[in-house]
């Protein structure tokens, strides 16, 4: 009996202690009303004062105020009228550090770069030494041999991308963001590689409500100089409109869809078009005291290029967080 009291007493002692120390903690006086069945599951109250759901919604907002790495896998499957275009498929890993810098008048500039690996490019070979990759089909589909077969060329490294946006979320919950998008030609792969430098604008407008976030991010970008003049220049002029959506169904979980909608003004007719639908759900949780978001979509192209072009993308998302920067 007496071996009984005792461990219920350091068990209260514990608790009291917990919630002591929670309460203690900056922004996260509102512990203090924890009941102690709910103070057994630590993992519900985060370090960073944000709650799962909060935290999942800030993830979703272009200007979020959380420090993250975005790891993006994409697995695509194509059709068209290329010879073996149905066959090919492609698996893409994007990562993706954002950090924004909170401002003294409320607002952020966030800083993102993307640094993507392709793996398994699928090709089309049309003149010596030079296989076609997608964007390069979008522009001479035309002139393109129908009876060649289409091949997966090798992995590689692509052009890194760059944005600098400012921006933020006013008190109505309306997001407003502007700033530029870059791509460097950083890649060495002759199948893909534009050898240009691009840039362009970019703006997000969306809105944060009680049930989630729902926004579109808008960029163009256009080649302003060529890695050699020597070298056949493409031109590139390519607008991509990013929605935003997510609603909230409590405990980290959201019903979501992030589709990329791509216009290539280079393209030829019938060549242009990428447009995706779909979605999927998102879990946000912790790995100890990191909070972690996971995503799965599943979008299917209504339109796509007719030569070669994407017709199903599955995408799995993972999204730590680094460090919240609104405090």
């Not at 010879?83 to 607002?107: E, V």
């Not at 390519?238 to 929605?243: A, F, G, V, W």
């Not at 959201?254 to 995706?276: A, C, F, H, R, T």
């Amino acid at each position: 009996m007496h071996s009984h009291r005792s461990n219920s007493s350091d068990t209260s002692k514990f608790t009291c202690i917990a919630l002591a120390v929670l309460a203690a903690q900056p922004g996260l006086a509102r512990a203090q009303d924890v009941g102690l069945e709910q103070a057994a599951d630590l993992r519900q109250v985060i370090t960073s004062a944000k709650s799962f759901d909060e935290i999942a919604v800030e993830l979703t907002n272009p200007m979020g105020s959380l420090s993250a790495v975005f790891n993006d896998f994409q697995y695509n499957t194509f059709q068209g009228n290329l010879n073996g275009a149905s066959d090919q498929t492609r698996l893409t890993y994007l990562i993706t550090p954002s950090i924004p810098f909170l401002l003294d008048n409320g607002k952020s500039i966030v800083l993102r770069t993307t640094f993507p690996v392709t793996f398994g490019e699928p090709t089309i070979p049309f003149q010596i030494d030079q296989d076609y990759a997608d964007w390069r089909i979008r522009q001479f589909a035309n002139f393109l041999p129908l009876d060649t077969p289409m091949r997966k060329d090798h992995s590689y490294m692509g052009d890194i991308s760059v944005d600098l946006a400012y921006g933020g979320v006013n008190d109505n919950g309306y997001i407003t963001m502007f700033g530029a998008a870059a791509v460097l030609p950083t890649s060495r792969d002759g199948s893909s590689e534009r050898d240009q430098y691009l840039l362009g604008p970019e703006f997000a407008f969306g809105k944060v409500t009680r049930w989630g976030v729902i926004g579109a991010w808008a960029t163009h970008l256009t080649n302003v100089a060529a890695v050699d003049e020597k070298l056949p220049l493409y031109d590139t002029n390519l607008t991509s409109l990013k929605i935003f959506f997510a609603y909230g169904l409590g405990n980290g979980w959201q019903i979501i869809s992030n589709p990329v909608i791509e216009y290539d003004w280079e393209g030829l007719k019938d060549n242009k078009l990428l447009l995706p639908i779909g979605g999927g759900f998102s879990k946000t949780t912790s790995i100890g005291r990191i909070p972690l978001k996971m995503d799965l979509e599943l979008f299917h192209y209504i339109e796509s290029p007719t030569a070669f072009g994407p017709e199903w993308l599955l995408t799995f998302s993972v999204t730590p967080v680094l460090s919240d920067r609104s405090r």
